[in-house]
């Protein structure tokens, strides 16, 4: 099994920062890549942006210049450092990893359970 634990979501003022943190756990073999979602009620669940192994990122046009992701490979930890917020970025933000699974011979899509982030104007 493989779990997806996220934190540091919360209620921020527009402008402000946020960093929300996910850490990957369970029979892990490998991870080759990791990303951050968001969704708000009523709308699919978009890309925030990700990291692949060997260290390229990208990232949603709506967030470019504003968020940072990053990862510790070695903790199986991502990071999304999220700066200038908008009340557009509110949303509940999902953690993802595709996982090779010691218990598994294929590549896996794992979820967190979301952490809420509110900005207020």
């Known amino acids: 099994q493989v779990q997806l634990v996220e934190s540091g979501g919360g209620l921020v003022q527009d402008g402000g920062s946020l960093r929300l943190s996910c850490a990957a756990s369970g029979s892990i073999h490998s991870i080759n890549a990791m990303a951050w979602y968001r969704q708000v009620p009523g709308k699919q669940r978009e890309l925030v942006g990700m990291t692949i192994s060997g260290g390229s990122t990208n990232y949603a046009d709506s967030v470019k210049g504003r968020f940072t992701i990053s990862r510790d490979n070695a903790k199986n930890m991502v990071y999304l450092q999220m700066n200038s917020l908008k009340s557009e970025d509110t949303a509940v933000y999902y953690c993802?990893?595709?996982?090779?699974?010691?218990?598994?011979?294929?590549?896996?899509?794992?979820w967190g359970q979301g952490t809420q982030v509110t900005v207020s104007s």
């Open positions: 993802a990893a595709r996982v090779l699974a010691l218990t598994t011979s294929s590549w896996n899509l794992y």
